[in-house]
């Protein structure tokens, strides 16, 4: 099959395209026909060897991808051959052929392309349980989305949207503030020619934000840190400016502050033990049942217009540079996706 490889970590122009053997499911698998994969900041950490998962090498990057069933491993009787799905991997995204836990794997409908469906195996779960599960948001309350143009930040704002918020939203340029009114804003904030402390005081009335989703840390969390109300929840989710911020305490207390970690992959079995105890097993079967949950809202979302699910771009797999590009400077809008 074709498929995108690393050999060596290091920058993503070091990938190859190359032959590799067609992977068969193992027990509790499924073989996938792949129809579009998610290009991700998490993916181009990978390659890099700064993710805080590093598979041994060489290996196939691609955490997200949509296609259709081709085979079933031992013990699956959930789904069937020829199911359309979307689903997250730990690694082998990019290539035509793909295994994948049956557990995690989600139905999507037969009016979702797969590049769109590309969006529902992290991002959109993602914001939903960093939203809902952890940070309790409410109908009413304001949610400020940093990095509002890109796939996190957009699916962040309908999701927040879909829960009643009121949603502000931060990005820089207005080809990204028009994804992010497009998605539902209902204010909108360029950092660039705007102070956004400021800015978000004006906007709730000297309050600040009840909740904020940051997937860029940086400099746009100091700011959260200054601009959020009282008893206000911030969800530090990813790190796209490069710069991992350290909190100060002092802050958190006086103002009745709490800070959310939330990572996906835990809710789905990608961390930790590869075989856990039957302890933790049962734990991981509570978890993906709220998962399976989540997505049931999602997909029901998504029929009623409430989740646009955008694309920035498609290319094929040769042209992955291209697809990292969007990534690495920032400029994508949306998700960008690689067809094998």
């Known amino acids: 099959m074709r498929a995108l490889v690393c050999h060596d970590y290091g920058p993503i122009e070091g990938l190859k395209i190359e032959d590799a053997p067609t992977p068969a499911p193992k027990a509790g698998e499924i073989l996938i026909r792949v129809g579009a994969a998610g290009v991700s900041f998490a993916a181009m950490l990978g390659v890099e060897g700064k993710h805080q998962n590093k598979p041994t090498l060489p290996y196939i990057p691609g955490n997200e991808l949509a296609g259709h069933i081709m085979a079933l491993g031992p013990g699956v009787d959930r789904l069937k051959v020829g199911d359309r799905i979307a689903t997250g991997v730990p690694q082998g995204g990019f290539a035509e052929y793909a295994v994948a836990t049956a ?3 989600v139905r999507i409908p037969d009016r979702m392309p797969y590049a769109e469906a590309t969006n529902f195996p992290t991002l959109y779960p993602t914001a939903y349980g960093a939203l ?14 940093h990095g509002a143009g890109g796939g996190s930040g957009l699916t962040g704002i309908e999701v927040g949207k879909a829960m009643g918020a009121i949603v502000i939203a931060s990005a820089g340029g207005a ?5 992010a009114r497009e998605a539902g804003a209902d204010h909108l904030i360029d950092y660039h020619r705007e102070d956004l402390r400021a800015k978000v005081l004006e906007l709730t009335d000297g309050r600040g934000a009840d909740v904020i989703y940051d997937p860029v840390g940086g400099s746009a969390f100091d700011v959260s840190l200054r601009c959020v109300a009282p008893e206000g929840r911030i969800i530090p989710m990813g790190f796209a400016s490069g710069t991992i911020p350290q909190i100060p305490a002092n802050i958190l207390l006086v103002k009745n502050v709490t800070v959310i970690g939330f990572y996906y992959g835990y809710w789905t079995g990608w961390g930790g033990r590869k075989v856990p105890g039957p302890k933790d097993a049962a734990a991981l079967e509570r978890r993906r049942a709220m998962v399976a949950a989540a997505q049931d809202d999602l997909m029901r979302w998504f029929t009623e217009g409430k989740l646009l699910a955008k694309v920035a771009a498609t290319f094929d797999l040769a042209d992955w540079i291209k697809a990292f590009n969007l990534i ?3 400029t994508v809008v949306g998700k960008a996706v690689l067809v094998p």
């Open 103 to 105: 557990a995690n794997a």
């Open 328 to 330: 690495q400077n920032r």
């Open 175 to 179: 080809d990204k503030l028009a994804a």
């Open 132 to 145: 809902r599960w952890k940070a309790n948001l409410q109908p009413g309350e304001v949610l400020l989305v």
